[in-house]
């Protein structure tokens, strides 16, 4: 019996890998745990990558996935199948990241990456800067986004780090496209000012920041 139980469970798993998310999510409110197995299996490494951009400490974005897949238990029937699965995970993950940075938001703290993108919000910036060390440019962009609000900086992540659309990410943070819109625009100035008062060596020329 007991052998059998364990094939039937098995064979169960691997039928589970063949699935959509959609439909995963769709065994997780039948109260399947093998099938929330599956999707931590499928979504951790994305999730984590996402709380990253957003808390900069791996170990505190590993915590808030974590917490994010027992709320995704505890939440499972409040799942609608006619809504995208991944939007309905990234505003579970993205809120309690966000939350989470509030609670915990420090300047010395808040020190981290986005290096690819020093080169989008210092668009122009001369080659030499853009030639420069990594670790220097981690940092520099560590220290660049603190004068952003959470709100702001999940805001810029997702939309520009994750290439999420407009839409998507209105329907992640809870607001319309248009406020995602301003938010964004208000975070590049907001760096890009930060950028010139603080690094101007880094910097567009001055005839070039509109």
């Given at each position: 019996?007991a052998l059998n139980?364990?094939?039937?469970?098995?064979?169960?798993?691997?039928?589970?890998?063949?699935?959509?998310?959609?439909?995963?999510?769709?065994?997780?409110?039948?109260?399947?745990?093998?099938?929330?197995?599956?999707?931590?299996?499928?979504?951790?490494?994305?999730?984590?990558?996402?709380?990253?951009?957003?808390?900069?400490?791996?170990?505190?974005?590993?915590?808030?996935?974590?917490?994010?897949?027992?709320?995704?238990?505890?939440?499972?029937?409040?799942y609608d199948p006619?809504?995208?699965?991944?939007?309905?995970?990234?505003?579970?993950?993205?809120?309690?990241?966000?939350?989470?940075?509030?609670?915990?938001?420090?300047?010395?703290?808040?020190?981290?990456?986005?290096?690819?993108?020093?080169?989008?919000?210092?668009?122009?910036?001369?080659?030499?800067?853009?030639?420069?060390?990594?670790?220097?440019?981690?940092?520099?962009?560590?220290?660049?986004?603190?004068?952003?609000?959470?709100?702001?900086?999940?805001?810029?992540?997702?939309?520009?780090?994750e290439g999420l659309?407009?839409?998507?990410?209105?329907?992640?943070?809870?607001?319309?496209?248009?406020?995602?819109?301003?938010?964004?625009?208000?975070?590049?100035?907001?760096?890009?000012?930060?950028?010139?008062?603080?690094?101007?060596?880094?910097?567009?020329?001055?005839?070039?920041?509109?």
């Amino acid at each position: 019996m007991a052998l059998n139980l364990a094939y039937s469970r098995k064979r169960h798993q691997s039928s589970l890998g063949e699935l959509s998310d959609r439909e995963v999510l769709l065994e997780i409110q039948k109260d399947d745990e093998l099938a929330l197995d599956e999707l931590i299996r499928r979504k951790t490494g994305p999730l984590v990558q996402v709380a990253y951009r957003v808390l900069s400490d791996m170990e505190e974005s590993r915590d808030v996935v974590q917490i994010a897949f027992v709320r995704i238990w505890e939440k499972r029937s409040s799942y609608d199948p006619k809504w995208s699965p991944n939007t309905w995970i990234y505003r579970i993950v993205t809120n309690l990241a966000i939350d989470h940075l509030r609670s915990q938001r420090s300047r010395d703290r808040i020190a981290e990456p986005f290096r690819l993108h020093l080169e989008h919000v210092a668009a122009g910036a001369p080659s030499t800067a853009r030639r420069s060390g990594e670790r220097e440019i981690d940092g520099i962009f560590g220290e660049l986004v603190e004068v952003l609000t959470e709100k702001q900086r999940a805001i810029f992540v997702l939309r520009e780090l994750e290439g999420l659309s407009s839409a998507e990410v209105s329907e992640i943070v809870g607001c319309k496209e248009s406020t995602v819109r301003n938010h964004l625009f208000n975070a590049r100035k907001l760096l890009r000012a930060a950028l010139v008062e603080r690094y101007p060596e880094y910097s567009p020329q001055s005839g070039e920041l509109r």
